[in-house]
């Protein structure tokens, strides 16, 4: 269990197929990391051309009831400051989740992705429950139904959530790999405006 809890990886892949074609440059200019489950010295990110899928990693993203209560509940939440041009507007879409559990009966696993732009109203949450008993990979795709674009015009922060939880007796939910990285992958949706 430990090996494995070592060795695991969670992957969230957000598609979306754009509105329009993305600007022609992007730059993240910023990052803040804080939570249980990143920090800045394990923790990177990128958003490589043609700018539409955001990549995270993160060490420590791991939700066991095999340590006792403070393990039982992982989380990160960043923000990151992006430069692009003028006319632009963009949003995140679908989100999907490959993983591993080891939940036992009468025992759940959770995880829970959510986003909001600074100074905006709204936040698109996805929740999805792994009650058990569980055990294997698991890949789930899931959609933020509120669709939230940044304002037109404007470089706000894109704030994103996400935590990995387990109630019961017995559980783990993190992802069965051998890299040793939590990592999110999200699909940007741009559009001109």
């Not at 992007?26 to 899928?53: M, Q």
């Not at 003028?86 to 036992?104: E, I, M, N, Y």
């Not at 009966?105 to 905006?120: I, K, L, N, P, V």
Request: net charge positive.
């Amino acid at each position: 269990m430990a090996v494995m809890v070592a060795l695991s990886i969670v992957t969230i892949l957000s598609v979306a197929t754009p509105a329009f074609a993305g600007p022609p440059k992007v730059e993240i200019s910023l990052v803040v990391w804080g939570g249980t489950g990143c920090s800045y010295s394990d923790s990177s990110a990128a958003l490589p051309p043609p700018y539409d899928v955001l990549t995270v990693l993160f060490g420590n993203m791991i939700a066991t009831t095999d340590k006792g209560l403070p393990d039982t509940r992982k989380f990160c939440q960043f923000s990151f400051s992006l430069t692009y041009p003028k006319g632009w507007s963009f949003t995140l879409g679908t989100v999907t989740g490959r993983g591993f559990r080891d939940v036992a009966a009468g025992s759940t696993g959770f995880y829970e992705t959510q986003f909001y732009f600074s100074g905006q109203q709204g936040t698109p949450t996805i929740t999805r429950t792994l009650p058990g008993p569980q055990k294997g990979n698991f890949e789930f795709t899931d959609v933020f139904f509120t669709e939230v674009y940044s304002k037109c015009n404007d470089v706000p922060n894109l704030n994103i959530k996400h935590v990995v939880r387990v109630e019961g007796a017995k559980a783990l939910v993190g992802l069965d790999s051998s890299d040793s990285k939590f990592e999110l992958l999200f699909a940007f949706k741009w559009k001109k405006c």
